[in-house]
């Protein structure tokens, strides 16, 4: 206790608008709570009683498909918000919520930050415009799913990923650590065998290159624009 973190709320990107003593006053009401790799930190169907604010790490957002398979929906990292839809709307959490790594989190129950979305205003539009762009990845993904084609398919995942964890190095889009090709599968609607394929067939076209786990998006919009993303 007595752990010092509101320099770390700072970094949130919702609070950004908010001065040192509304941080402090949101630290006060929050907690800080601590999940090692592969622990899970929301289960669907459960009822949600909590919102969480990544301060350290990074989690995967997912659902169970056919024979327990895990598709995942998204990833998400430092500064970033999970839970806020049971919270809104009432309803069972829609996704379960899993540690990729040892992930440190700032969590708030759900009548404080109600408040706060009352009180101040420019936190509610923050989080409106995150929930827009999750919208518009679900938006990109449907389409994607929707094409007969594989490669486009796979490319969208890759996309999605670009935005969810991916890092501008030299001016190139670099993803430091691809899921496994068996989870970008499941989250492209095809087998794994195509998902080789067309990684191939991504670093063939000069879209990508790839050593081991690492991906580095050689021209981003062009690659987007290629499969109409
Ligand atoms: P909630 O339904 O309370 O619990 C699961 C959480 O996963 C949900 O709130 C959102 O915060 C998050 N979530 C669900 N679907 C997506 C998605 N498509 N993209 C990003 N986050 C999501």
Same mark, same amino acid.
């Given at each position: 206790? #007595?752990?010092?973190?509101?320099?770390?709320?700072?970094?949130?990107?919702?609070?950004?608008?908010?001065?040192?003593?509304?941080?402090?006053?949101?630290? *006060?009401?929050?907690?800080?709570?601590?999940?090692?790799? $592969?622990?899970?930190?929301?289960? $669907?169907?459960? $009822?949600?009683?909590?919102?969480?604010?990544?301060?350290? #790490?990074?989690?995967?957002?997912?659902?169970?498909?056919?024979?327990?398979? $895990?598709?995942?929906?998204?990833?998400?990292?430092?500064?970033?918000?999970?839970?806020?839809? +049971?919270?809104?709307?009432?309803?069972? !959490?829609?996704? *379960?919520?899993?540690?990729?790594?040892?992930?440190?989190?700032?969590?708030?129950?759900?009548?404080?930050?109600?408040?706060?979305?009352?009180?101040?205003?420019?936190?509610?539009?923050?989080?409106?415009?995150?929930?827009?762009? !999750?919208? !518009?990845?679900?938006?990109?993904?449907?389409?994607?799913? +929707?094409?007969?084609?594989?490669?486009?398919?796979?490319?969208?995942?890759?996309?999605?990923?670009?935005?969810?964890?991916?890092?501008?190095?030299?001016?190139?889009?670099?993803?430091?650590?691809?899921?496994?090709?068996?989870?970008?599968?499941?989250?492209? #609607?095809? *087998? !794994?065998?195509?998902?080789?394929?067309?990684?191939?067939?991504?670093?063939?076209?000069?879209?990508?290159?790839?050593?081991? *786990?690492?991906?580095?998006?050689?021209?981003?919009?062009?690659?987007?624009?290629?499969?109409?993303?």
């Amino acid at each position: 206790m #007595g752990y010092f973190y509101e320099d770390l709320l700072a970094t949130v990107p919702i609070f950004d608008s908010l001065t040192k003593v509304e941080l402090l006053q949101i630290q *006060s009401v929050g907690k800080l709570v601590t999940f090692e790799a $592969e622990q899970e930190i929301i289960t $669907e169907k459960e $009822e949600g009683t909590s919102l969480f604010i990544i301060l350290n #790490g990074e989690v995967r957002v997912i659902r169970k498909g056919d024979n327990d398979t $895990e598709v995942i929906l998204a990833i998400l990292k430092n500064g970033q918000f999970f839970g806020e839809m +049971s919270i809104l709307d009432g309803q069972a !959490r829609s996704a *379960s919520v899993i540690a990729n790594t040892k992930t440190e989190l700032f969590m708030i129950q759900r009548n404080d930050f109600v408040d706060f979305l009352y009180t101040y205003p420019s936190l509610s539009i923050s989080i409106l415009k995150e929930l827009t762009k !999750r919208l !518009r990845t679900a938006d990109m993904k449907i389409k994607a799913l +929707s094409m007969k084609d594989a490669e486009a398919k796979v490319a969208s995942i890759i996309i999605q990923l670009a935005d969810e964890i991916g890092k501008i190095k030299n001016g190139k889009l670099v993803i430091e650590k691809l899921p496994l090709q068996v989870q970008i599968a499941n989250m492209a #609607g095809t *087998s !794994r065998e195509t998902v080789s394929r067309m990684l191939h067939k991504f670093i063939k076209l000069g879209y990508i290159e790839m050593e081991y *786990s690492k991906v580095t998006i050689l021209e981003y919009s062009k690659f987007k624009a290629a499969y109409g993303l």
